[in-house]
């Protein structure tokens, strides 16, 4: 059975919004990642078959292949092409998922995934505002479907909303969203003081860490926050961060970890993808991660490390009470509530976190997964070699 083998994985410290990554052009920040995968792996580039980056609202800047601009802005070679692929906040990680799956293939021996996203410079859904007003197009995506009003009604396609949903599904309340909030903060600090990210990451100028986690935040600061929407739960405190960031990482074929003297750090034993309710929204890693351990013959208690998107702190704890993985095992370094979120780069930059933190501590097998827009959970099982 044909395998594929994690080489090298890289990542920018994540920037704050207006932090010090704001003024990068995106391509320059795909770049800057790309460059350094190929001095790390010393692999030839001229040897790599695509390149598949995630990068939502690709207007401006981030608009043309941005995966195609990144490998061109970091002076690689023009005859490897590459592709930008859009699946809302988990676009990096199909990113990984179609690159291992052309290895997996046989029709690709070395093949770059990533992921990049300037948060600062292109707000979450300015590209479609900005594509549709010339056109005098104002309202959201759904609207005006015949099909979409007749299976879901008028109901708002809404973020927050479905993260309230799910705090009221399951039963979270704010203050259990706080203390969530808090333990993400307090484990990526003490993940920066000790170092556990500097073999992964790649300073950029002045930027040598991550930006986003507070010293300073408390409970009661946390408290003092007014709800994003009126009457919930669900503050700023405990929601993700508008970050900017790039991440990318090899992919290799046994033929190419042979042929190229390659050492592969990782393999890739199970990819899935599966959708659920597109109002809800935010729930379906918890389908999504049933249904891959299941078709992997696999238990949670298997699984050593789990890196799971913080996009809300309702989605981290609403996963834990169903699957009941053990939460000292669950982001274990803090997430995207202290550490930040660059939507199209957030998914190869959770699995680069995932890969260095077995290696830290000696783990076998590592899942991510992360909800996405629509109702849609990638999750990814890699073993550690």
């Known amino acids: 059975m044909a395998e594929a083998y994690i080489v090298e994985a890289v990542r920018t410290p994540v920037g704050r919004r207006k932090g010090g990554l704001s003024g990068v052009h995106p391509a320059d920040l795909g770049a800057h990642v790309l460059k350094a995968l190929v001095a790390r792996s010393g692999v030839d580039p001229a040897a790599v078959e695509d390149v598949v980056f995630g990068c939502l609202d690709a207007v401006g800047p981030q608009a043309g292949d941005i995966a195609r601009t990144s490998w061109l802005a970091a002076g690689l070679p023009e005859e490897v092409p590459g592709v930008t692929i859009d699946r809302q906040c988990g676009s990096s990680q199909q990113a990984l998922h179609f690159a291992a799956q052309g290895v997996l293939s046989g029709t690709q021996d070395l093949v770059v995934a990533g992921g990049v996203q300037n948060m600062t410079q292109i707000p979450i859904a300015f590209a479609s505002r900005q594509a549709a007003e010339p056109l005098g197009l104002t309202e959201g995506p759904f609207a005006g479907s015949e099909g979409w009003r007749a299976r879901y009604g008028d109901r708002p396609v809404n973020q927050f909303l479905g993260a309230e949903s799910i705090a009221a599904k399951w039963g979270i309340s704010r203050r ?122 696999m238990s949670i208690g298997e699984i050593d490390l789990v890196e799971i998107n913080e996009a809300f702190a309702p989605v981290v704890l609403a996963w834990l009470k169903e699957t009941g993985a053990d939460p000292d095992r669950v982001n274990v370094n803090g997430g995207a509530i202290a550490l930040g979120h660059p939507l199209g780069a957030t998914g190869v930059k959770l699995m680069t976190t995932l890969l260095h933190e077995l290696e830290r501590v000696g783990g076998r097998f590592g899942l991510q997964t992360m909800c996405e827009g629509g109702g849609q959970a990638n999750v990814t099982v890699v073993e550690r070699l």
Do not use: W
């Not at 900017?244 to 990782?266: I, K």
């Open 176 to 297: 259990d969203q706080e203390e969530f909030a808090l333990r993400s903060h307090q484990r990526a600090l003490r993940a920066i003081d000790e170092g556990r990210f500097a073999r992964e990451t790649v300073p950029f100028g002045d930027v040598t860490v991550d930006e986003g986690p507070r010293r300073d935040t408390s409970l009661e600061k946390m408290a003092g926050l007014r709800p994003v929407v009126e009457g919930g739960t669900i503050t700023a405190a405990c929601s993700s961060q508008v970050s900017d960031g790039a991440a990318a990482m090899l992919l290799a074929s046994e033929r190419a970890v042979r042929e190229h003297g390659l050492t592969p750090r990782a393999r890739v034993h199970h990819l899935s993808v599966r959708g659920e309710d597109p109002i809800r929204m935010l729930s379906a890693p918890i389908p999504a991660t049933a249904y891959a351990l299941k078709k992997a013959g």
